[in-house]
């Protein structure tokens, strides 16, 4: 669902990594002096490259610095933009206004009055009157369905977004445990336990991120990682951006389901992880190749969308079925996935 701001993510921490790489490559090329200075006519444009290189420790440094700044650059901005989707996304689901969450109107509507106060700042040079005013005045007075959550009016915040803020954020925008979820989720476990040793927790691994990205831009940088612990910071970063979008695509789907937009079809009850295939126990529902379903758990913070690649019932390949009763189907989709996910689809005709 949010796969599109996760590829960028994807995108630039990959970049991030290829130029650490590239940098640590070059500092050995100068160290072991692995170019053959008598044969310059091959070499020239790495030996002309290698008469400027900076001292070992000020490249070091400013790669260091590079890089802990953009991968919080690259994480801000995700969650900033994953709310925000989040909050275009909310209006579909609940179409009454006054029927949301308490806590998402009470931060809207002082949001609204904050921006107002503030609303000659530089900040909001990008917004009229109309558009803070309008989506508020819609959506209290009723007199249209079509109401707007300002994104701006959920996003007011001056301080680094660790553990405390980043809940406080998604809490104002009607979303809770979202901590809970982040240090349940596989590949921040997977994290914590393979690449730290347990030696650290999801939250001092942000918060040491942000402390190095607060040192590299204010004051005095005490701490130089080093290549591997640079790679490591941008994997976290990763880790971290897909379970904060697994957690919206969650909520979304409990939404879409307390509306009827939305339906649990089943669960896994076997995973063969070799051939990404599935035995499940199918209820009420019409399943084709290709489509679209949910495996979701909230206990162990999994939501992801899946294809169906491939069918069968009674071992017999088939490229629909519909099942009316409780029936073992089994199911073979494109990602990976466990044994006791439970299985959603998409109603037909929903609007979505």
């Known amino acids: 669902m949010f796969e599109n701001l996760l590829e960028i993510v994807n995108i630039n921490i990959n970049s991030i990594k290829s130029i650490i790489q590239t940098n640590d490559r070059l500092r050995k090329i100068v160290e072991e002096g692995i170019v053959d200075i008598q044969r310059p006519k091959d070499n020239q444009e790495i030996i002309e490259l290698l008469k400027g290189v900076p001292n ?33 996304y909310l209006p579909q689901l609940v179409e009454n206004y006054l029927e949301l969450d308490e806590k998402i109107q009470n931060t809207h509507r002082e949001g609204v ?3 107002l106060l503030e609303f000659k700042k530089d900040r909001f040079k990008d917004l009229s009157e109309n558009q803070v005013i309008r989506g508020l005045f819609y959506g209290t007075t009723n007199q249209n369905k079509n109401y707007e959550l300002l994104p701006e009016a959920f996003l007011l915040h001056d301080q680094n977004l660790r553990k405390d803020i980043l809940e406080k954020l998604f809490t104002d925008a009607g979303i809770g445990n979202t ?12 994290f914590i336990e393979e690449i730290r040793g347990n030696q650290n927790t999801a939250e ?25 612990e640079l790679l490591d910071l941008g994997d976290f970063i990763k880790a971290l951006c897909q379970a904060l979008a697994e957690l919206v695509t969650y909520q979304i789907i409990q939404l879409q389901t307390a509306t009827g937009k939305a339906k649990e079809i ?33 206990t162990s913070s999994y939501c992801r969308l899946a294809k169906i690649e491939s069918i069968q019932l009674d071992k017999i390949p088939k490229k629909s079925i519909e099942i009316i009763s409780e029936t073992e189907v089994g199911l073979k989709f494109d990602i990976d996935a466990k044994k006791g996910l439970k299985i959603y689809i998409i109603v037909e005709d929903s609007g979505e």
């Open 56 to 88: 070992e420790k000020e490249w070091e440094l400013y790669e260091h610095c590079a890089v802990v700044t953009r991968l919080y650059a690259i994480y801000e901005r995700f969650v900033k933009e994953l709310i925000s989707t989040w909050l275009q």
């Open 204 to 228: 001092g691994e942000l918060n040491q991120l942000i402390s190095y990205r607060n040192e590299a831009a204010h004051g005095v940088v005490d701490q130089i990682l080093g290549t591997q």
């Open 113 to 115: 009055g904050r921006i």
């Open 179 to 190: 901590w809970q979820w982040v240090v349940k989720h596989r590949k921040i476990r997977n």
């Open 266 to 298: 089943g669960e896994i009850t076997e995973w063969f992880k070799e051939p990404k295939a599935a035995v499940a126990k199918i209820n009420n529902s019409n399943l084709s190749i290709g489509t679209n379903v949910f495996l979701v758990s909230e």
